[in-house]
């Protein structure tokens, strides 16, 4: 793989869509450096105990998310891709500040409508033979299970914020992820992604991601905490008044920022 001249490959690139997601990990590196040579994005180098970092801001969305991984892999060549952040719940039992580690991200949005109006899904579909619309077997892409694992033990050992005012402690589940450029209000489809796919809530990103791991053979994990849920609550599309900006990633940031500093210890090893 050729890399940019004087480049140093990472152990871990984290993927990121919103600043006021990044910001939040950034403020538990132990070292923080915004690159500045020639990007299309906006970069930092960071370390984390003894794991050193890049974090991306790729922008919100599938197509920006899936760009800016592969100009990390390409250009930095990192040893395994985070993603965190925030999403919206699929769940009833899942409330704001609760934290999904997921296991499998699955693109819920990627479908045929038929001439009936009924809908057909078929994930990352390719050519295969005469059949140029073959549905990905894989119905999603699972996350690398020993980040999986290695997560999970760092929940157990991290103290993650309370949602303001909320009186609960913080929810640590794993289970799959589904993403698409596509923020779903409605309780009933809601429901029915959740049934079709078993996801636990949806971002805008992971899926995308993912794939262009998968694709790269690059490890994968991604993170997410509950922002909002439909269907508990309505929210604002119009001007987001009601969008926690200063909460959104933070829990997840906490989470990831534990598992960076654990990446060079084995599982298991943990104080």
Not at 150 to 162: C, G, M, N, T
Not at 185 to 214: F, P, V, W, Y
Not at 235 to 255: H, I, N
């Amino acid at each position: 793989m050729q890399l940019l001249a004087g480049v140093t490959p990472v152990a871990a690139g984290i993927v990121v869509a919103m600043y006021s997601e990044a910001r939040h990990l950034l403020e538990l590196a132990d070292e923080t450096t915004e690159i500045c040579r020639e990007s299309p994005y906006t970069v930092w180098r960071c370390r984390f105990g003894a794991t050193d970092s890049l974090i991306v801001l790729s922008g919100i969305g599938m197509v920006q998310s899936a760009a800016a991984t592969q100009w990390l892999i390409s250009t930095w060549n990192p040893a395994i891709v985070g993603n965190f952040g925030c999403a919206g719940a699929h769940t009833s039992g899942l409330h704001a500040g609760d934290v999904v580690i997921g296991d499998r991200s699955v693109p819920h949005f990627n479908i045929q409508i038929q001439p009936d109006g009924s809908e057909r899904y078929v994930g990352f579909t390719y050519e295969s033979g005469a059949d140029i619309a073959h549905a990905d077997d894989q119905y999603g892409v699972p996350s690398d299970p020993d980040l999986v694992a290695r997560a999970e033990l760092a929940a157990q050992h991290s103290e993650l914020p309370p949602w303001p005012s909320s009186g609960r402690s913080v929810s640590v589940v794993i289970g799959s992820v589904g993403s698409a450029d596509v923020w779903t209000q409605h309780a009933d489809r809601i429901n029915a992604i959740h049934q079709q796919h078993g996801t636990l809530c949806e971002d805008m990103e992971a899926a995308a991601i993912a794939k262009i791991c998968s694709l790269n053979r690059t490890p994968f994990i991604t993170i997410k905490d509950i922002s909002n849920n439909e269907l508990h609550a309505s929210s604002d599309l119009t001007d987001f008044s009601d969008f926690p900006v200063d909460e959104v990633g933070k829990r997840s940031a906490t989470l990831m920022s534990r598992l960076l500093r654990d990446l060079g210890e084995p599982v298991g090893n943990h104080s």
